[in-house]
């Protein structure tokens, strides 16, 4: 499943040249694992994973080291709800290769799906709206952005930006 999920990477890769942010949406994180599979490969990219708030198993499991029971409360983004299976290689793959998980709140969930909705004429799903909203909003590091099918990518940082977070030293972020 992630094999397959790392082939989003090499799309992106074939169409946008140089540095870039790729944000995707987490859930149980094989999409987020393959691509940043991917991205390892590629020391000018960087993965930011999006959880809901309402549902935070991975970063959870990332902040510890391994599966934790979280609680999962209803969310705008129920494409991405749920928790994690116990063995999941996922946990480990983030820990490595991600360079930040991040959360947005329902609100924020709100406002995406509305800003989507009015401003692109775009009817999408919560989990589809969850790596649009926060990322371009409060990071500050991407000054060109696309966004597309859940996910936004940032095609101008600073190189510094992206130096490689040794293993385990993943930026959790605890906004939410």
Do not use: N
């Not at 082939?7 to 074939?14: L, P, W």
């Not at 609680?71 to 129920?78: G, N, Q, R, V, W």
């Amino acid at each position: 499943m992630i094999a397959g999920q790392r082939t989003v990477g090499v799309e992106v890769g074939h169409c946008v040249r140089g540095p870039m942010t790729i944000v995707c949406p987490v859930g149980g994180g094989g999409l987020l694992s393959g691509i940043a599979l991917w991205a390892s490969e590629h020391p000018d990219v960087r993965v930011v994973g999006v959880e809901a708030a309402a549902s935070r198993a991975l970063s959870s499991a990332v902040r510890v080291g391994h599966v934790v029971e979280v609680p999962i409360s209803p969310t705008l983004a129920d494409g991405i709800a749920g928790g994690l299976e116990v063995d999941s290689v996922t946990v480990q793959i983030a820990r490595r290769h991600v360079y930040d998980l991040i959360a947005v709140s329902e609100g924020e969930l709100r406002h995406a799906i509305r800003e989507l909705t009015f401003e692109q004429g775009l009817v999408v799903e919560g989990a589809g709206a969850v790596a649009c909203r926060r990322p371009l909003r409060t990071r500050g590091r991407s000054s060109g952005s696309r966004a597309g099918r859940g996910s936004a990518i940032g095609t101008q940082h600073r190189r510094s930006d992206v130096a490689r977070r040794p293993p385990g030293a993943l930026g959790l972020s605890s906004q939410s």
